[in-house]
């Protein structure tokens, strides 16, 4: 299995509050990704990054914002959590060309009440 | 709107038989095109990605790829219950973006 780590696995927090997600790899790849899934509308992406310090928004980017100081570490905030960004988030990495995730980590369960 | 159009399902194939899941795309242009597995409550698993018109074959999958037609199918040979899951058809786009489709469910039945 590809070394990607997502912490936490699982987060319940009240509206109004920061929230950060991390994601960890071991692969050295270059690219690296950060989707939502909910019912009814499939995988959609917030943030990509291409490199260290190097990142650009997706389709559903509004409320979220990212960091990668270092190749492994990609990080999520959600600056003021609401209850519209209750998802499950997956972390993805790439190695061979830019949009193209090719291994996911397990996930993390945000519940925003 | 750039689409990605799945059949929700669930598709139900007895063990042994051909599953066949399709997709639709919108954008004519579109450049490559994957097939993802996901079990329930796990992530996503890239399993096929296809570039050319025609069919390529991994195992017991076969993507076919027909960009005329803007469709893009899966075929499971010799199913078994652990191909029970959902698969996600994505696709790259001229845009350089990539865009998932909602899934099908597939049930391999005893």
């Known amino acids: 299995d590809a070394g990607i780590t997502q912490s936490p696995r699982h987060k319940v927090t009240e509206t109004g509050t920061p929230v950060t997600l991390r994601c960890h790899q071991t692969?050295?790849?270059?690219?690296m990704y950060w989707y939502r899934q909910d019912p009814g509308h499939g995988l959609r992406l917030i943030h990509y990054s291409y490199g260290v310090k190097d990142t650009d928004k997706g389709e559903v980017s509004d409320g979220y914002s990212v960091s990668r100081s270092k190749t492994e570490d990609f990080l999520l905030t959600l600056e003021s959590a609401t209850s519209s960004q209750t998802s499950v988030y997956f972390c993805a990495i790439s190695a061979r060309k830019e949009h193209q995730p090719q291994h996911f980590g397990d996930g993390t369960r945000l519940s925003i009440l | 709107q750039k689409e990605v159009e799945q059949n929700s399902g669930p598709l139900s194939v007895p063990e042994g038989a051909i599953a066949s899941l399709n997709c639709t795309y919108s954008?004519?242009?579109?450049?490559?095109f994957f097939w993802y597995r996901q079990y329930s409550g796990k992530s996503p698993e890239l399993i096929m990605f296809?570039?050319?018109?025609g069919d390529k074959e991994d195992g017991r999958f076969t993507a076919q790829l027909n960009k005329a037609s803007q469709y893009v199918s899966l075929l499971i040979r010799d199913s078994q219950p652990s191909d029970s899951a959902t698969y996600l058809c994505a696709v790259l786009n001229r845009d350089d973006k990539i865009i998932f489709g909602k899934g099908t469910r597939l049930h391999i039945l005893p």
């Open positions: 692969e050295n790849h270059r690219y």
């Open positions: 954008d004519r242009g579109s450049q490559s």
């Open positions: 296809i570039y050319s018109n």
